[in-house]
């Protein structure tokens, strides 16, 4: 390549960098969300936010929606689930507006409490707990509060995009009611001559304060000061105003498939070769830029058209797509920042995370395009899904045919093999060591009910023996699923014990967090194909013991491990598959009140089950796990600390006994971001109640397992 010619593709990245910062100019897209209470005391409420929507409709050109809270026991899940559908549509490069007007006053905690009315028995909300789905917004958001107590905010991390915040006034403030001097008549007054030329947030909320009219003193706040721009408010230009999806940046280049003709990217394979770690061979870098390059290559205008196979789509599907392929044209750009940079013949640390950052945002993209597929679509479309050349650059065909082999149980796996032929020695626990041949293998057995007409096991006790079989021996991508290959099974009966919290008593944070995301990674892998595991406990995770170097994977992701002892708690794997199945299929609701069991459980399923098992019922369990790695402790240790003994708990005492911890404990000893994870796998049936298979789906994969992923190397 000529020198020149260089210099352009340098500049042409260079463009194409900045103008993913849509803070620099106007938002591809902007939506407001206008919050108020169905039932209010505050006369004109109404007409003031109806001049609001008016005013930014018609100058703005900018898409609004209105939500009126209910006042009733749902207000709350209302207003989180409302809050989520507007975040999911708010991708990279729009900016969300989220608006509020009622009243506000502290809970016995200090935190902001929404109440319909000024009485005592008004319908209220915790604003603290729902304002954290904003953080996991992809696209800016800007909060407008006109009410009392409006600074009183929650603080938390955003990764990605802006958060800023314009209140009417401080804590422990009143604000004027709705009138000529009111926040939102001023806010009004204040914004509309910057229609055209547009104004920054910091500015607005400075120019409230200075309006004479208004008697109190605005407060704004910047959730992520790392960034230096600000959110912009600035007429959009008509075309871009209709609802959609953020405009691809014209600056986008379209990549060849093959990484010989393809100089820049040959260029980074080249720089992250130099900078990685001795464990991670060239190859693996150049097959991980190739996939992330072929799939930047696939994109073009017509991706979505209404006749393409994405097109189908649902629109909160596409969305997601189109953001998670903004997160890796971002990444691969900064990636060729660094490897024709001024220090890219220096190489070092920023090579070796850019690995792991590409390899994040491909695994975003495969995430988008295959959950979706898998639980959205019938058969026929997914079939068609198979030949659509987007569609084949992920992992989505071979998660189709795993899927209707766990629904439709034609995975009968007829791997049976001889007792002789393993050698193990036999000791205390359902899991121990042996050999098949020359081969280290782990063995896990379970008791079954004798038929006593033929001494031998049940019929139905075999099918689902090799039903299981099938499954796990079709798994193909161990390192996710968190399971190990599997060789075969034979009759053996022993008994069951593990015991790692007693064994290490100090672990350090970093070490735990790299566990909690790998066992959320593999819960998400099971449910996307719809498989349920029913036996998430700790009991029921194990590690391969290590030495040395043995046992360190060359794949990029894997330069880092969390070793304790001759453990890597990076490295988990899953047991316990003897009740596993597809989440359609119906339970026997077999009673079991073995105090170990339960505490695992949610409360529906203590003892004689009351409802159906679900996939929720897995995320609870999770939750479980997540405290008792979070603290280190077993679940038993938690609950007796306060003087109960596990034979003699309620149904509902592990439930509000890890929920009491990860409102004090939790958040102190891991962080806020990990407790409120929790939290979410130990309410998710009820949180989730309303969704689809495919909304549940994601909204793991946000408010669970991307939390815990935003700490994996950061503590």
Known sequence: ??????????????????????????????????????????????????????????????????????????????????????????????????????????????????????????????????????????????????????SLIATGSKEIGKFEMIAACGKNNVTVKPSNESFTRILMHELKPHAEKGIRADKLAFKIMENPRFSETPVFHDFVPKNCLHILLQCLPEALAAPGFGQKPSSYIVFLASLSDDVPGQQIADWLIAGAPQQVIGVDIEALLLRARRMQGLEDDDV??????????????????????????????????????????????????????????????????????????????????????????????????????????????????????????????SRHVGTIGTKRVVLETFSYTVNPDGGAPYPATMKQVKHISGLLAAVKQQQNFRILPFRGFFHNRVRHEFDLYKK????????????????????????????????????????????GDEGSSSQPTQGTTARIGCFDLAQPYLFGFEYARAD??????????TPQNNMYRHPDRWGHPRVDYTKAHDVYALGIVMLEVALWRDIESICKTSGQRPGNMKTSYVYERAKKKCQGEVGHRVGDVLAQAIVTCLDFAELTKDLSEFESQRYFQHRVKSRAGQMVGKV
């Open 1 to 150: 390549m000529e020198a020149a010619n260089e210099a352009v593709l340098v500049e042409y990245f260079r463009r194409s960098t900045d103008g993913m910062f849509a803070a620099n100019g106007a938002y591809s897209h902007v939506r407001v969300l206008l919050i108020t209470w169905s039932e209010s005391d505050l006369s004109g409420t109404e007409k003031e936010v109806g001049a609001l929507y008016t005013l930014l409709k018609t100058k703005f050109h900018y898409e609004i929606e209105s939500f009126k809270i209910p006042s009733d026991e749902t207000a709350a899940n209302r207003l989180h689930l409302e809050i989520i559908e507007r975040g999911k549509q708010a991708v990279t490069g729009t900016l969300l507006i989220v608006y509020y007007a009622g009243h506000c006053d502290k809970d016995d905690r200090g935190n902001a409490l929404w109440a319909a009315t000024s009485k005592k028995d008004s319908p209220t909300l915790s604003w603290h707990v729902i304002q954290q789905a904003l953080f996991l917004v992809r696209g800016d958001v800007l909060l407008l509060l006109d009410c009392c107590n409006a």
């Open 304 to 429: 979505f058209a209404p006749g393409s196979f994405l097109g189908k789509l649902s629109q909160v599907a596409r969305s997601e797509i189109v953001q998670s392929l903004r997160g890796l044209h971002t990444t691969m750009d900064q990636a060729y920042q660094h490897a024709v940079g001024p220090q890219a013949d220096q190489p070092s640390e920023t090579a070796q995370q850019s690995i792991q950052d590409i390899q994040k945002s491909l695994t975003a993209v495969h995430e988008s395009i295959e959950t979706p597929i898998l639980q959205d679509l019938g058969d026929l479309d997914q079939d068609a899904a198979k030949s659509d050349p987007f569609v084949q650059n992920t992992e989505a065909s071979y998660f189709i045919d795993l899927r209707r082999a766990v629904l439709r149980e034609s995975a009968q796996g007829d791997i049976e093999i001889s007792h002789a032929g393993v050698k193990f020695k036999r000791g205390q626990a």
């Open 504 to 547: 290490h008593e100090m672990v350090p944070l970093g070490h735990r967090v790299y566990l909690i995301h790998a066992l959320c990674v593999a819960m998400e892998y099971f449910h996307r194909v719809g498989w349920v595991h029913k036996g998430i406990r700790s009991a029921n995770i194990a590690f391969d013991s290590i030495t």
């Open 584 to 593: 359609d299929q119906g339970t026997n609701r077999e009673e079991d009140y």
